[in-house]
């Protein structure tokens, strides 16, 4: 089933809603609108009322609303709320500060039709294409700054070397014995530096798909889905 309502709202103004099927999701909506009163400005919070579960994202004076089945779980329709929440104000601009209320309907509710069929039936292929893509690019550079980092290394260790086997006919025996211990010292030296580089590349790397997988987990670069959902617990009971 997936999402089945979804609305955009001022404070208390809907500015635009729609809904695929007959229920009192308006009516529930609404009641939701006057409890967010309570709260700040920007949070994210979903609500039960069986069997359904709505979910609310309020961010920059705007409230995006929408109601989905239980299986949806949270991240498609957060996902939603906010490609709704970029298109509202992409496409209304200062508009949405001062409009009356219903004045975006007539436009935007196609919108919202539109992309709650999108996210119901095929919720994921952007957002996950779009997550390959930034993992093999960040690997593909972090692999070639190692390959360019080792190549380096090798090529001081050959020119080490070849000074190595010009100085000795030029050398007596000792001067060419310290002549290699101080070769060996250096490539060590070379050898310790490139494992320190290549080590913190690596970490990066790691560190960076765990990023990226909990910024497509919490719905945003900030990961402000989770760190406000952390918060409205705390401070938002279920209403139902």
Same mark, same amino acid.
């Given at each position: 089933?997936?999402?089945?309502?979804?609305?955009?709202?001022?404070?208390?103004?809907?500015?635009?809603?729609?809904?695929?099927?007959? =229920?009192?999701? %308006?009516?529930?909506?609404?009641?939701?609108?006057?409890?967010?009163?309570?709260?700040?400005?920007?949070?994210?919070?979903?609500?039960?009322?069986?069997?359904?579960?709505?979910?609310?994202?309020?961010?920059?004076?705007? =409230?995006?609303?929408?109601?989905?089945?239980?299986?949806?779980?949270?991240?498609?329709?957060?996902?939603?709320?906010?490609?709704?929440?970029?298109?509202?104000?992409?496409?209304?601009?200062?508009?949405?500060?001062?409009?009356?209320?219903?004045?975006? !309907?007539?436009?935007?509710?196609?919108?919202?039709?539109?992309?709650?069929?999108?996210? %119901?039936?095929?919720?994921?292929?952007?957002?996950?294409?779009?997550?390959?893509?930034?993992? !093999?690019?960040?690997?593909?550079?972090?692999?070639?700054?190692?390959?360019?980092?080792?190549?380096?290394?090798?090529?001081?260790?050959?020119?080490?070397?070849?000074?190595?086997?010009?100085?000795?006919?030029?050398?007596?025996?000792? %001067?060419?014995?310290?002549?290699?211990?101080?070769?060996?010292?250096?490539?060590?030296?070379?050898?310790?530096?490139?494992?320190?580089?290549?080590?913190?590349?690596?970490?990066?790397?790691?560190?960076?798909?765990?990023?990226?997988?909990?910024?497509?987990?919490?719905?945003?670069?900030?990961? %402000?889905?989770?760190? !406000?959902?952390? =918060?409205?617990?705390?401070?938002?009971?279920?209403?139902?």
């Amino acid at each position: 089933m997936g999402i089945l309502y979804g609305m955009v709202a001022r404070g208390q103004v809907v500015l635009a809603e729609f809904s695929a099927t007959q =229920t009192n999701a %308006s009516v529930v909506a609404r009641l939701i609108l006057e409890k967010m009163k309570e709260v700040k400005n920007n949070c994210i919070s979903s609500f039960s009322h069986h069997p359904y579960i709505f979910h609310v994202k309020g961010t920059d004076g705007l =409230t995006v609303l929408c109601m989905a089945d239980d299986a949806s779980r949270r991240i498609i329709p957060f996902a939603f709320l906010e490609d709704i929440h970029k298109k509202f104000v992409k496409t209304f601009g200062r508009a949405v500060h001062s409009a009356s209320a219903y004045a975006m !309907n007539d436009e935007f509710s196609r919108v919202l039709c539109q992309q709650m069929d999108h996210f %119901s039936r095929n919720p994921n292929v952007d957002r996950l294409n779009r997550l390959k893509g930034e993992m !093999n690019q960040v690997q593909s550079v972090l692999i070639d700054n190692i390959e360019k980092a080792l190549e380096r290394g090798d090529r001081l260790a050959l020119l080490v070397e070849k000074a190595i086997t010009m100085q000795q006919p030029m050398q007596g025996n000792n %001067s060419t014995v310290a002549l290699k211990r101080k070769a060996r010292s250096y490539k060590n030296v070379i050898w310790w530096r490139d494992c320190k580089f290549t080590a913190t590349l690596m970490l990066l790397f790691l560190l960076t798909i765990v990023y990226v997988s909990l910024a497509f987990v919490c719905n945003g670069l900030f990961l %402000s889905s989770c760190f !406000n959902h952390m =918060t409205m617990a705390s401070v938002v009971p279920h209403m139902f």
